[in-house]
């Protein structure tokens, strides 16, 4: 899988947990909590929205390795 595809993925998952955030305003060094204002349990659901489009397993030590859309990409790509 490609970047391009993962950094698509993401921000489809992103808005599905999230639809009011536009994916298009996302920018790559947009923290999930504190700019995106995703509460716990939102960040929660997009683990496990990775998990099921990525089928990779996310500790929640690895948390803050996909906290923005940049991290994010890096460690999926890893992954």
């Known amino acids: ?3 391009d595809e993962i950094r ?3 921000l489809a998952e992103l808005n599905r947990v999230a639809p009011d955030i536009d994916p298009a305003d996302v920018g790559d060094d ?3 909590q504190d700019d995106l204002e ?3 349990m939102d960040v929660l659901n997009l683990v ?3 998990h099921e489009r990525f089928g990779v397993d996310i500790p929640e030590a690895d948390y803050p ?3 923005t859309l940049a991290l994010a990409v890096e460690y999926l790509s890893k992954s």
């Open 1 to 3: 899988m490609t970047k």
């Open 8 to 10: 698509a993925g993401y």
């Open 30 to 32: 947009d923290h999930i």
């Open 38 to 40: 995703l509460d716990s």
């Open 48 to 50: 496990t929205a990775l």
């Open 65 to 67: 390795q996909i906290a």
